[in-house]
Nanobody, 130 residues
């Protein structure tokens, strides 16, 4: 299982970025894929998740209406479209994967916790300037 994030960068408040999480070694259809973020001095938090096996999507309240998660099965890639970015969105963004069965059992699509996931990408920095 390998996950590679890309698409981070520096953007002004109100701007947009699209993050990509390219998966290899497994099919994203068989896994729950989540985006987490971690700002300096803060705990890692779940931002958004997608589970194609049971057609479910999760968004944290802080990003609802601004972020959109999607997947491209042909590319085995999950995306996070981030619009109306705010300075408080500044963080390192990570994608994580867990097989659908265990993920469902742990309720990751209700509230994802970092401890629920065994496979992680290296992270990509998102910086939003005011």
């Amino acid at each position: 299982v390998q996950l590679v994030e890309s698409g981070g960068g520096l953007v002004q408040a109100g701007g947009s970025l699209r993050l990509s999480c390219a998966a290899s070694g497994f099919s994203i259809d068989d896994y729950a894929i989540c985006w987490f973020r971690q700002a300096p001095g803060k705990e890692r938090e779940g931002v958004s998740c997608i589970s194609n096996s049971d057609v479910r999507i999760y968004y944290a309240d802080s990003v609802k209406g601004r972020f959109t998660i999607s997947s491209d099965n042909a590319k085995n890639t999950v995306y996070l479209q981030m619009n109306s970015l705010k300075p408080e969105d500044t963080a390192v963004y990570y994608c994580a994967a867990e097989p659908s069965g265990p993920a469902q059992a742990m309720g990751v699509m209700i509230r994802p916790w970092p401890s629920d996931f065994h496979s992680w990408g290296q992270g990509t920095q998102v910086t939003v300037s005011s």
